[in-house]
C-alpha cells in the first residue's frame, strides 16, 4: 500500500502567519488523487482539498493545494484561529486509500 | 444538505460482530456517490476499512477484507458495516462518509467503539 508520511509533526506558527505543510508518498499513484483535511479537537475530518489542489465547497481561497507524483503539499496563507488543528493528507490513486499520520498546527 | 448519522453498539466484547449503521439524510443515496466507512484509533490513524457505491459494487481494504461487510439500503437511505471476530485492535471512532471519488467531502460525527472482556 502506498504509505504517506507527513511532515513536519508538529508546526508552531502565529495566527496570520503561513503555513506549509508536506505530504511524501512511498510510491506514486494516479495522477493527482490527493486531498487534505483539517480535523479540530472532538470533530471529524473535513475536507479542503481534492484532486491535490481543488478546494472543496466553502473553504476559503487562503487554502490551497499543490503538488504532483509523490510530494504534496498544502499551504495556509494566513493561519486564522480555527486553524490550529491536526491536517491529514489522503491518496485515493491506489487502492487501499491511505492517510498520513497527520501534521498538528499549535499556536506559538 | 447531507447529514450522516452513525449508530451502534460502542462496547464489544473479543470474537463479537461488530454491526453499525449509518443513515444518510438530505441526499439519496441511489443518486450515486460512494458511501465508505473510515476508522480512527491512536495507534492506527486514520485507516479506510471500506466503500460502497449505490449499485452495490464495494471495495475494501485488503487488511480488514476477510472480516468486512458493508451493504446499502436504498429503501431505508442508509448502509453498514459489519465486521467479524473483533478484537482490542478493533477499538476505535468509526465515521461513515460520502465520497465523489473516495475524497470523503461529508462524515458523520463518529462513534466510538471499544472491545474489550
Redesign the interface.
Known sequence: ?VVLTQSPGTLSLSPGERATLSCRASQSFHSR?V?W?RQKPG?????LI??ASNR??GIPDRFSGSGSGTDFTLTISRLEPEDFAVY?C?Q?GR????????TKVEIK | QVHLQESGPGLLKPSETLSLTCAVSGYSISRGYYWGWIRQSPGK????IGSIHESGDT?Y???LKSRVIISVDTSKNQFSLTVKSVTAADTAVY?C?R???????S????TLVTVSS
Open positions: 500500500e488523487s486531498a483535511y470533530q471529524a475530518p473535513r475536507l481534492y484532486a472543496a465547497t491529514f489522503q485515493y487502492s487501499p486509500w491511505t492517510f498520513g499520520q497527520g | 490513524g486514520l485507516e479506510w471495495e481494504n485488503p487488511s465515521y462518509a465520497a465523489e471519488v473516495a475524497d470523503f467531502d462524515w458523520g460525527q463518529g
